[in-house]
DNA sequence: CAGTGGTCTAGACCACTGG
DNA sequence: CAGTGGTCTAGACCACTGC
């Protein structure tokens, strides 16, 4: 088996890393094994312990000593593997404070994953966003949304629909497919009795962490229903936003579809 | 003065960093001292030096031994200085061979700030893409535009506008502001005569690397004009892309409007 | 004050590239 | 094979938090 090292620094005796490592994690296709630097192993250990609940959301994990410990690696490893997942927005680091799961449901980074704003640029000066529940029905995938979440097509998927709207203007039109296994029981009563990020809901009551997701962008004329429930004449273009949503390990978890209205708010990106 | 290490771990005697530091480094309305990582003063330096053009687009800069013999800190100091770099994309590190200056250059990041992507996901079955440049004018920089390029109204600036094509199919139109000092010479010949993106051809000619960039996108129906020139009718949604990009030290360099055509293609984005 | 993350060093060794 | 970036360790000390 290809370890990752082999070296004179390998730790004293004992239940090595390498013992609970799974195989060798040989390429397919290649013949040569795969080298996983230690802290990309680390990493895996951690996200495990993310993806099984181990660790809550918003709580605290072990201090990076106490992983070096329970991994008999140096802090040095632990904390690099800990820098991608806080790259990535997994994890959140407080100086002085510990290294947290992190979480949907913190004022800050209420809007982590809606990248609309308004034109002055500044969030806190337009309040929150006023939700509506229009619906929430348990049915069968259709052939495109099994595609989006994976899963097959006439699988039961729970579709929510609502309304988000700034200052009182109508300006985000939702639809949201959620599987129906990991979110058995959710109600349109509960959305409504719900105050905070729909993402929060679903990390408190579900267990579900998002994570990570993709959008497709174009420029639409929305259609009669559309134009009602937004609240605007016909012919108005709007930005159609194609979601999905991904938990850990790259699972797709929520497809969404939404319009929104770039009247008086943009969607906001950067490039680097 | 505030040094950022005060410890016996200092360097031996000699042309320490601190000798090299411009100032204290003041946080401007606290007191404190502003600390600064011995890392983060590293990178500003190498900042400098990419901004000088002490080290050229494409160009290996020195290894990380030398850089660190010539700040007198540890390799290890100078590797986290250059990684936050290259997650900035900034430079660009290749096991083995070096750390080099990013470019636009370069064939697998043609499209480093285009977002719009086919239909299929894969940009290299549509193949390259035909750009026509309509105009290039020197003009007065009206309100908005000198807003943008944080420059005086009525500064001289340069007005681009092309069409770019995908298989033949007009999809983006644009219009780009540029400075017209740093930009001095450029002409809409020498646009159509350089075959590459337009970044590459800035990078070369003008010694001007953009960095980053923000862009603000709204759905939006296009004039007369605009539907001739993309070759679309009248009340065909698009994409309205403005885009702010920028060279080192945060300098606004480039102001671009875009009209997406987005029928067959999106504009992708991914979340974090 | 103890405990946390953050910085810095010095040195060893590994993986990769090219001559 | 020498030179580059990449990994890992061990240990010291700093900055920040909260009791």
Known sequence: MHMARTSSNDPPAGQSLTDVLAGPALTPGTGTPAFSPLYQQIKGLLLQSLQSGEWKSGAAIPSELDLAARYRVSQGTVRKAIDELAVENLLV???GKGTFVATHSEQQVQYRFLN?????????SEGPAQRTI???KRLR???DVARGLTIRSGDA????RRVLAFGGVATILEDL????GPFKGLTAERLRS?????????????????VRAEE?????????????????PTGTPLLSVERLAYTYKDTPMELRHGLYLTDKHFYRNELH
Do not use: T
């Open 93 to 95: 680091r407080r100086q």
């Open 116 to 124: 609309l704003v308004p034109e002055s640029g500044d969030r806190a």
């Open 134 to 136: 229009i619906d929430c």
């Open 141 to 143: 995938a259709s052939a």
């Open 157 to 160: 998927v729970l579709q929510v």
């Open 177 to 180: 497919w959620l599987p129906a």
């Open 194 to 210: 719900y105050d905070g990020p729909m993402y929060a809901l679903f990390e408190a009551e579900f267990g579900v962490r998002m």
């Open 216 to 232: 497709k962008i174009r420029a639409v004329l929305p259609d009669e229903q559309q134009c009602s429930l937004l609240a605007v």
